[in-house]
């Protein structure tokens, strides 16, 4: 399929537990993005990618690993999951600004709802 | 560090009027892009209209436009003749257009819940 995909769309865990949160894009966009969105905070940065091999801390990235081995693929590891990371989770992707004519926009996933009991 | 503020947690609209969702936000570049982006209960999170802060004239598209106050900070969404389909959650967000790093994240504000009466 086209787009962005993210895997899986609903996930329960305990806590404790690893979990991995996939994103896959078939654009070939350079950037790449993971956000939360929790109730009264809108949406926030947790992990970002320039390119493949190239990642880097947002604004909470606390108790989260990410990789980017090749361009389409994203993934988010809660390493020991807690309950405070029970949220709404997207990828997104778009554009480098060097590319011409970028419009940087980004483009969103459909998100993963996460509960850590 | 950019924010956004979203002042209005809830609005309400009946059908076929015409609603004001407010944004300011604070930065300290001259630069940059603000964007509003829509989510429903299926919560994609859907554009809906894009402004380049270079660009004095407020953007458009179909229903929805803009009122882009630069020195104000302000960043308003007006949707003319709402419809049912427009409730949602709506969000302003901002982008700078510098280079590198984490810039080219977004920002968002906290979200306003649009609901449309018959």
């Known amino acids: 399929d086209a787009g962005i995909t993210q895997s899986p769309r609903y996930k329960i865990t305990e806590t404790g537990r690893q979990v991995t949160l996939m994103c896959h894009q078939t654009?070939?966009?350079?950037?790449m993005f993971w956000y939360r969105q929790d109730l009264g905070h809108g949406l926030r940065l947790i992990y970002y990618?320039?390119?493949?091999?190239?990642?880097d801390k947002g604004e909470v990235p606390d108790g989260y690993v990410v990789s980017r081995s090749k361009t389409e693929n994203f993934p988010l590891t809660l390493e020991s999951a807690t309950r405070s990371q029970t949220s709404v989770y997207f990828c997104?992707?778009?554009?480098?600004?060097?590319?011409?004519?970028?419009?940087?926009?980004?483009?969103f996933g459909p998100g993963t709802r996460l509960t850590v009991t | 560090a950019q924010t956004v503020t979203q002042s209005q947690p809830e609005m309400s609209v009946q059908e076929a009027e015409t609603v004001t969702l407010s944004c300011t936000y604070d930065t300290s570049e001259s630069d940059y892009y603000l964007f509003w982006y829509k989510q429903p209960p299926s919560r994609q999170m859907i554009l809906v209209i894009r402004q380049e802060a270079y660009k004095q004239q407020n953007a458009t598209e179909n229903r929805f436009s803009v009122n882009f106050q630069k020195a104000a900070k302000s960043f308003s969404l007006k949707i003319s003749d709402s419809q049912l389909g427009d409730a949602a959650m709506y969000f302003c967000?901002?982008?700078?257009?510098?280079?590198?790093?984490?810039?080219?994240?977004?920002?968002f504000g906290k979200g306003t819940l649009l609901t449309v009466n018959p």
């Open positions: 967000a901002y982008r700078s257009a510098y280079w590198g790093g984490s810039n080219y994240k977004l920002t």
């Open positions: 990618s320039a390119a493949a091999d190239i990642t």
């Open positions: 654009w070939s966009h350079s950037y």
């Open positions: 997104a992707s778009s554009e480098s600004p060097l590319d011409r004519g970028s419009s940087y926009e980004q483009y």
